[in-house]
C-alpha cells in the first residue's frame, strides 16, 4: 500500500492530500457516532483531473477508494476502513445555470444548500431538501439517490438530473453533463451513478433540472388520531396535483422536539397522537389558504382531524416546518434509537405499524417506536428507542434482532428494506439475502463491468 500512497503524494499539488490526524479526524465519524472510521489518506482534489489523477494512481496500485461528500450518509457507504479517502469538498463551482434550459451545472461538492440558493436566486426552484441539505453534497445525494420532502410531487433525485461527469475506476473521465430532455443514443449511462453509493466511480458534477418557482406555498400542521387517520386524508389532499409535502409525525418523537430544542416551541394547546405536516405549492397565497379551509375544513367535518393550524405566514410556516427538520436529531433525547428506512405501499402503512409495533415488544418489551417520515411516499423512518431507563449499550445489541422482523413484514406487505439512505455496509448482508437472485446477478454484472478490481467502494452494497 505505501508504494501506492507515495505515488499519491508525489502527483497530487500540495494541499491536495493530508495524512494530519487532526484534519482527517472529522472525515472518520459520522454524526451519529455509529461508525468509526479509518484511512491512509486524506485525498481532496480541486478539479476533475486531480480526481482522476488519484483514481488512476489508485488503480495502478489496486488501492481501495471511498468518496465522501458532506459525510451525512446514514448507512456506513461513507467511513472508510483503509480505503483512500477522496473527499470532494473543495469542488463547490457552480459551472453554468442556463434558464431556458431549466438546468444547472454543479460541481459534486457543492452543498445542497447551496444549490438551492442559486436556483432561488435564478427565481427557480430545485425541489430536494433534507434536513442535512446544509452539509450534504450534490455527489451524495445523486449517489445515494436522496429523497427527502418532495418526493411526492417531483420524485427522488434520479428524477431530478439530466446527467453526470465521473470519474471512472480505470481514472477515465465520463462526460454525460446534458441539458437534453432527449436523448435516445444507448445505455443511460449518466443514470448508473444515481443511487450507486460510490460503488461505480466518482462523480466530480451534474446537470441538475430546475423547475418554476411556485408563486406562493401554503404550510399546514394538523393534529390526528392515528397515522391510519393520515393516510386517509392523502387523497382528498392531493387533488388538483398541489400537494408537495405530506410528512407525519408520532407525538413521541414531536415531544422529543419541541419540549428539548431552544427557540422550537408546540404551536398546539394540547398534544395529539399523531401529527401530519402539508405543504400545497400554488400561485397566491388566497389560492393557498381557499385549498388548505377547504380541504382541513371537510376532514373536521368527517371527524378525521383533531385540530390544525393553517400558517398565516412564512415565520409561522417556517418554525413548524422546523418541528419536522429536528425529528432526526430530537431522537438523541430518547437514548439509543435503532434504526430503519423502509418502504411499503401506502395504503399498508397502518398494517405496517400494527405488525411491527407488535413484533418489536417481542424482542425488547417496553421500547419506544418513533415511526415519522415521508409517509405520502410510503416511506417511514421506523426507529426504536431504548426503553425508558434501560441501558442504551445493551438496547443498541437488538439492533439485528429488531431489524429483521421489521424487513420481514416490509417484505410480505410488498415493501423496500432500504427507501431512500440505501444500503452501505448496513444493509449489505440483508440485500444479498433479500433480493431475487437475478437482481444480484444484475449488480454484480454491472459492478463487474465497471470496477472489474473491486477498487470503488468495495465493501459497500454489492
Ligand atoms: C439529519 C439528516 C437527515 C437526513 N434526511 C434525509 C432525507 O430526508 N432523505 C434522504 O434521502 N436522506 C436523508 N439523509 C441521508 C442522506 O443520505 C444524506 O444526507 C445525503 O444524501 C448524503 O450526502 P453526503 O454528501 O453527505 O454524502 P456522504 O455521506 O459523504 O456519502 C454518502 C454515500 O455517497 C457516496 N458518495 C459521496 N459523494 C460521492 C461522489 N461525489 N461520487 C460518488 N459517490 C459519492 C459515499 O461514498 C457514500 O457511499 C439525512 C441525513 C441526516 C444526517
Given at each position: 500500500m505505501s508504494a501506492g500512497i507515495d505515488a499519491l503524494k508525489e502527483a497530487l499539488p500540495t494541499g491536495a492530500w493530508t495524512q494530519d490526524p487532526d484534519l482527517i479526524d472529522p472525515h472518520l465519524r459520522e454524526w451519529r457516532d455509529k461508525y468509526f472510521g479509518k484511512t491512509p489518506?486524506?485525498?481532496?482534489?480541486?478539479?476533475?483531473?486531480?480526481?482522476?489523477?488519484?483514481?488512476?494512481?489508485?488503480?495502478?496500485?489496486?488501492?481501495?477508494i471511498m468518496p465522501q461528500g458532506g459525510n451525512t450518509g446514514l448507512v456506513g457507504g461513507n467511513t472508510p476502513q483503509d480505503e483512500v479517502l477522496i473527499s470532494l469538498k473543495k469542488m463547490t463551482a457552480i459551472r453554468d445555470l442556463n434558464t431556458t434550459a431549466n438546468a444547472m451545472t454543479v460541481e459534486a461538492g457543492a452543498t445542497l444548500q447551496s444549490v438551492l440558493d442559486a436556483a432561488?436566486?435564478?427565481?427557480?426552484?430545485?425541489?430536494?431538501?433534507?434536513s442535512s441539505q446544509g452539509s450534504c453534497t450534490v455527489g451524495g445525494v445523486l449517489s445515494t439517490n436522496a429523497g427527502g420532502n418532495h418526493v411526492l410531487k417531483y420524485g427522488t433525485t434520479k428524477e431530478l438530473v439530466f446527467g453526470v461527469e465521473a470519474v471512472l475506476a480505470d481514472g477515465s473521465i465520463f462526460n454525460g453533463l446534458t441539458s437534453l430532455r432527449k436523448d435516445?443514443?444507448?445505455?443511460?449511462?449518466?443514470r448508473l451513478f444515481l443511487g450507486a453509493e460510490g460503488t461505480l466511480g466518482i462523480i466530480?458534477?451534474?446537470?441538475?433540472?430546475?423547475?418554476?418557482?411556485?408563486?406562493?406555498?401554503?404550510?399546514a400542521l394538523i393534529g390526528l388520531e392515528s397515522a391510519a387517520m393520515a393516510v386517509s386524508l392523502l387523497e382528498a389532499f392531493r387533488a388538483g396535483g398541489k400537494l408537495a409535502m405530506f410528512e407525519v409525525?408520532?407525538?413521541?418523537?414531536?415531544?422529543a422536539v419541541v419540549d428539548n430544542f431552544d427557540g422550537i416551541r408546540d404551536p398546539f394547546a394540547n398534544s395529539h397522537p399523531w401529527y401530519l405536516l402539508c405543504d400545497w405549492e400554488v400561485e397566491t397565497e388566497?389560492?393557498?389558504?381557499?385549498?388548505?379551509?377547504?380541504?382541513i375544513g371537510k376532514a373536521f367535518e368527517n371527524n378525521q382531524v383533531r385540530d390544525a393550524i393553517i400558517a398565516l405566514n412564512e415565520t409561522q410556516a417556517a418554525d413548524i416546518l422546523s418541528i419536522r427538520e429536528h425529528m432526526s436529531a430530537g431522537q438523541k433525547f430518547l437514548g439509543g434509537s435503532v434504526k430503519h428506512d423502509i418502504t411499503v405501499p401506502i395504503d399498508q402503512i397502518a398494517t405496517f405499524f400494527k405488525r411491527a409495533d407488535a413484533a418489536m415488544q417481542n424482542v425488547v418489551p417496553g421500547c419506544r417506536p418513533v415511526g415519522f417520515g415521508h409517509f405520502g411516499d410510503g416511506n417511514i423512518h421506523y426507529n426504536?428507542?431504548?426503553?425508558?431507563?434501560?441501558?442504551?449499550?445493551?438496547?443498541?445489541?437488538?439492533?439485528?434482532?429488531?431489524?429483521?422482523?421489521?424487513?420481514?413484514?416490509?417484505?410480505?406487505?410488498?415493501?423496500?428494506?432500504?427507501?431512500e439512505h440505501g444500503i452501505g455496509?448496513?444493509?449489505?448482508?440483508?440485500?444479498?439475502?433479500?433480493?431475487?437472485?437475478?437482481?444480484?446477478?444484475?449488480?454484480?454484472?454491472?459492478?463487474?463491468a465497471l470496477d472489474p478490481d473491486r477498487i470503488m467502494n468495495p465493501r459497500v452494497m454489492v
Open positions: 489518506i486524506l485525498v481532496t482534489p480541486r478539479t476533475t483531473e486531480e480526481v482522476a489523477t488519484a483514481v488512476k494512481i489508485c488503480a495502478a496500485h489496486k488501492l481501495p432561488d436566486e435564478a427565481n427557480r426552484k430545485f425541489p430536494l431538501t433534507l435516445n443514443t444507448g445505455y443511460d449511462l449518466s466530480t458534477a451534474a446537470s441538475l433540472k430546475l423547475f418554476p418557482k411556485p408563486g406562493y406555498v401554503q404550510r409525525m408520532p407525538e413521541i418523537g414531536y415531544r388566497e389560492e393557498g389558504q381557499s385549498i388548505a379551509e377547504n380541504v426504536i428507542a431504548q426503553p425508558e431507563g434501560s441501558d442504551r449499550e445493551a438496547f443498541l445489541k437488538n439492533w439485528d434482532a429488531l431489524s429483521q422482523p421489521v424487513f420481514d413484514i416490509v417484505d410480505t406487505l410488498g415493501g423496500s428494506i432500504s427507501a455496509i448496513m444493509k449489505r448482508e440483508d440485500l444479498a439475502e433479500r433480493a431475487s437472485p437475478v437482481k444480484m446477478k444484475l449488480l454484480r454484472a454491472i459492478k463487474s
